[in-house]
């Protein structure tokens, strides 16, 4: 069970960290824009994985900054979801 439980906390943050890279990738080979759903739903999905992966090895750092990450994408998100 403590295994399984090791295995989910790496796959949450591995996940994390490739919808980050994913969303990122595709803005920058201009495949999506960074104001597109996709680019911020993948952020929104990245940063949060991170965020736990980060909370659970005490990377105080990295959760601060994907926190506020999520934030911004948070803000930008409500604003293109109002157009």
Known sequence: MLLQRKYLKEA??????????????????????????????????????????AVNKKAHASWVLNSIWLLITAIALVKALMV
Do not use: E, P, R
């Open 12 to 53: 949450i943050g591995w996940a994390g960290a490739l919808c980050s890279l994913l969303g990122f990738s595709l803005n920058t080979l201009n495949m999506i824009s960074s104001q597109s759903l996709t680019y911020l739903l993948l952020n929104v999905l990245g940063c949060a994985f991170l965020i736990i992966y």
